[in-house]
């Protein structure tokens, strides 16, 4: 409450009627480090997606759909209205909630242009007054704020990038001038990691350097980071090509290419720098497709993680069957084991997430994290739901499996409900759609056979996945959101359905799969047709299968892949 209120204080002390607060940082990552966590600061809501608006009346927390149990759970609702992004958004509630005369402030570095412009749109006419400002008052009162970190850049080897730094250079500045652009700033930390072959540990559980770079088409690329970083050798494996700089040098560096040909990420600049480029094209980072386009060499990678991590999971998943019949097993402890069996690879670099374990009614919570407040010990006839994935130098993996603990048998509605879902699951493994196909166009064959029954789920049913990068990368995904990125060969995207009975249990079964462009085409067919190879190998509880609700299909692809899962080749 002390905390709301001081800040309530400043703003009021400055005639500022509120403020909005992103969980963000300045390049709009999705895991941000402890110095970004403001929103968590603030509200102690931990998701990994949220936005908040705090007036001097009231104030509003903004979550989606995987978060709408999990956020009551932590947040304290006499202080912040919880809104699910579904009902109402952000600027639609600050519209309601603010008279002509109120000034409204933002941190520039946290929003993007596009943020911004979607409030200045909704308040427009209203009198209402959006106010950049020149420092942030969560940092002014956060006491024991973490510093930024600066983790040394390692160089990522081209014998798991695939490509070395050169041709990506050249590919990039090709881009560039069929734009007619002299240079980008790119302010995502992935894209620099992609485009450098490079690396560090600034971010959980993603491997990004942070900072800033922009490239021009001379072929020299300047980047912004915290010098401490950048070693010696670093500096002799790039030569003249990358020269360096403090991050807070790229305010200095884009004044003198304000009147040059530049352009912007509409997605992860931040305003500051819209603001500071009226001129500037805010346009697509040219690294993002072709980060999203898997070649050969990680194509090759991603298999080889999968099967080790295949491995991992297959042995977790034995021991669970085993211990969790003696009543005696935590969701932290499965936590725990599952991720010593990765260990034990002697290849894992880091987890891709924070575990998600959910035994029973914490299944149903999307993005649910066991706490010591909230573990659970897992109960005979639990539905239990774990979501995990992993960081090796040769790929990122991503899955989720629900099973049945104990030696009963479940309710035939649990049946019913995973086998929908899974029948969701083989429908998008076993897609065929032409060239030109968005994940939007996908989106519901996933769901069909839950609409049938009544029934749906209120999160994406895929995501892009990274290459040793970030576990969620865009610009692809398989859900209503996602509309103008077409899905090509090697890119890599999760297929994961689910369902979620409050109060009682979750579902979801998840696998990564690859765009392929190379698979059997269908006899008479007058077109390419594009498909998937599931990439995740782990079986599926097949106790918990109504096999009358499955085609002879669904079956033969269900038999398929668990009999790949028995044996998997390393």
Same mark, same amino acid.
């Given at each position: 409450?002390?905390?709301?209120?001081?800040?309530?204080?400043?703003?009021? &002390?400055?005639?500022?009627?509120?403020?909005?607060?992103?969980? &963000?940082?300045?390049?709009?990552?999705?895991?941000?480090?402890?110095?970004?966590?403001?929103?968590?600061?603030?509200?102690?809501?931990?998701?990994?997606?949220?936005?908040?608006?705090?007036?001097?009346?009231?104030?509003?927390?903004?979550?989606?759909?995987? =978060?709408?149990?999990? !956020?009551?759970?932590?947040?304290?609702?006499?202080?912040?209205?919880?809104?699910?992004?579904?009902?109402?958004?952000?600027?639609?509630?600050?519209?309601?909630? +603010?008279?002509?005369?109120?000034?409204?402030?933002?941190?520039?570095?946290?929003?993007?242009?596009?943020?911004?412009?979607?409030?200045?749109?909704?308040?427009?006419?209203?009198?209402?007054?959006?106010?950049?400002?020149?420092?942030?008052?969560?940092?002014?009162?956060?006491?024991?704020?973490?510093?930024?970190?600066?983790?040394?850049?390692?160089?990522?080897?081209?014998?798991?990038?695939?490509?070395?730094?050169?041709?990506?250079?050249?590919?990039?500045?090709?881009?560039?001038?069929?734009?007619?652009?002299?240079?980008?700033?790119?302010?995502?930390?992935?894209?620099?990691?992609?485009?450098? #072959?490079?690396?560090?540990?600034?971010?959980?559980?993603t491997p990004l350097s942070l900072g800033y770079a922009i490239v021009h088409t001379t072929g020299n690329v300047q980047m912004f980071t915290?010098?401490?970083?950048?070693?010696?050798?670093?500096?002799?494996?790039?030569?003249?090509?990358? %020269?360096?700089? &403090?991050?807070?040098?790229?305010? @200095?560096?884009?004044?003198?290419?304000?009147? +040059?040909?530049?352009?912007?990420?509409? +997605?992860?600049?931040?305003?500051?720098?819209?603001?500071?480029?009226?001129? !500037?094209?805010?346009?697509?980072?040219?690294?993002?497709?072709?980060?999203?386009? /898997?070649?050969?060499?990680?194509?090759?990678?991603?298999?080889?993680?999968?099967?080790?991590?295949?491995?991992?999971?297959?042995?977790?998943?034995?021991?669970?069957?085993?211990?969790?019949?003696?009543?005696?097993?935590?969701?932290?402890?499965?936590?725990? @084991?599952?991720?010593?069996?990765?260990?034990?690879? #002697?290849?894992?670099?880091?987890?891709?997430?924070?575990?998600?374990?959910?035994?029973?009614?914490?299944?149903?919570?999307?993005? =649910?994290?066991?706490?010591?407040?909230?573990?659970?010990?897992?109960?005979?006839?639990?539905?239990?739901?774990?979501?995990?994935?992993?960081?090796?130098?040769?790929? %990122? %993996?991503?899955?989720?499996?629900?099973?049945?603990?104990? #030696?009963?048998?479940?309710?035939?509605?649990?049946?019913?409900?995973?086998?929908?879902?899974? /029948?969701?699951?083989?429908?998008?493994?076993?897609?065929?759609?032409?060239?030109?196909? %968005?994940?939007?166009?996908?989106?519901?064959?996933?769901?069909?056979?839950?609409?049938? &029954?009544?029934?749906?789920?209120?999160?994406?049913?895929?995501?892009?996945?990274?290459?040793?990068?970030?576990?969620?990368?865009?610009?692809?995904?398989?859900?209503?959101? =996602?509309t103008d990125v077409a899905l090509v060969h090697g890119m890599i995207v999760s297929n994961e359905p689910g369902y979620y009975k409050t109060?009682?249990?979750?579902?979801?079964?998840?696998?990564?799969?690859?765009?392929?462009?190379?698979?059997?085409?269908?006899?008479?067919?007058?077109?390419?047709?594009?498909?998937?190879?599931?990439? +995740?190998?782990?079986?599926?509880?097949?106790?918990?299968?109504?096999?009358?609700?499955?085609?002879?299909?669904?079956?033969?692809?269900?038999?398929?892949?668990?009999?790949?899962?028995?044996?998997?080749?390393?």
């Amino acid at each position: 409450m002390t905390l709301l209120f001081s800040l309530r204080a400043i703003l009021e &002390a400055h005639n500022h009627q509120g403020m909005l607060i992103p969980l &963000a940082d300045q390049y709009q990552n999705e895991y941000v480090a402890g110095s970004a966590k403001r929103l968590e600061w603030l509200t102690g809501f931990t998701g990994s997606a949220g936005f908040a608006i705090v007036l001097l009346d009231t104030a509003a927390l903004f979550v989606d759909g995987r =978060y709408t149990l999990q !956020a009551p759970q932590e947040v304290d609702e006499n202080l912040f209205t919880i809104v699910p992004l579904s009902e109402q958004s952000p600027q639609s509630w600050l519209e309601e909630n +603010t008279q002509s005369g109120d000034r409204i402030v933002y941190d520039p570095w946290l929003h993007t242009a596009d943020t911004i412009k979607k409030f200045s749109t909704t308040l427009n006419n209203t009198g209402v007054e959006l106010v950049a400002l020149d420092s942030n008052p969560i940092d002014a009162l956060w006491a024991d704020q973490p510093p930024q970190p600066a983790t040394p850049i390692v160089l990522h080897p081209e014998e798991y990038a695939g490509k070395s730094w050169q041709v990506k250079l050249a590919e990039v500045i090709a881009t560039l001038h069929k734009q007619n652009r002299e240079s980008v700033v790119l302010s995502n930390p992935a894209s620099i990691c992609w485009l450098l #072959n490079i690396r560090a540990n600034d971010v959980p559980h993603t491997p990004l350097s942070l900072g800033y770079a922009i490239v021009h088409t001379t072929g020299n690329v300047q980047m912004f980071t915290h010098p401490a970083k950048v070693s010696l050798s670093i500096k002799q494996h790039f030569g003249e090509a990358v %020269t360096y700089a &403090a991050e807070h040098e790229i305010v @200095k560096a884009l004044e003198q290419v304000a009147s +040059t040909g530049i352009l912007l990420d509409k +997605t992860t600049a931040p305003s500051v720098f819209a603001q500071m480029l009226p001129q !500037a094209v805010l346009g697509d980072d040219p690294c993002t497709l072709p980060k999203a386009i /898997k070649n050969e060499t990680e194509i090759a990678g991603t298999r080889a993680a999968h099967k080790r991590d295949g491995v991992a999971l297959t042995k977790f998943l034995h021991w669970l069957q085993n211990e969790a019949v003696v009543g005696s097993v935590t969701e932290m402890e499965c936590a725990d @084991k599952l991720e010593s069996f990765r260990r034990a690879t #002697n290849q894992l670099k880091d987890l891709s997430f924070p575990t998600i374990a959910g035994s029973g009614a914490n299944g149903a919570i999307v993005h =649910y994290r066991a706490t010591p407040k909230t573990n659970r010990t897992l109960q005979q006839g639990d539905i239990f739901l774990v979501d995990s994935g992993a960081q090796y130098l040769d790929g %990122t %993996t991503d899955v989720t499996r629900t099973v049945f603990i104990g #030696n009963g048998t479940p309710t035939r509605e649990q049946q019913d409900r995973f086998t929908r879902v899974l /029948k969701g699951h083989i429908a998008i493994a076993t897609a065929r759609f032409p060239k030109g196909t %968005t994940g939007a166009q996908l989106d519901s064959l996933a769901r069909l056979a839950l609409w049938q &029954a009544g029934l749906d789920y209120d999160h994406g049913t895929g995501h892009g996945v990274g290459s040793y990068s970030s576990v969620h990368e865009a610009p692809i995904g398989i859900s209503k959101r =996602y509309t103008d990125v077409a899905l090509v060969h090697g890119m890599i995207v999760s297929n994961e359905p689910g369902y979620y009975k409050t109060g009682d249990y979750g579902i979801r079964l998840e696998n990564l799969i690859l765009v392929r462009e190379d698979l059997p085409q269908p006899d008479g067919g007058e077109r390419q047709m594009l498909g998937f190879e599931t990439l +995740t190998l782990a079986p599926f509880d097949e106790r918990l299968i109504a096999w009358e609700l499955l085609s002879e299909a669904e079956k033969e692809w269900l038999r398929a892949y668990q009999a790949r899962c028995i044996v998997i080749p390393l």
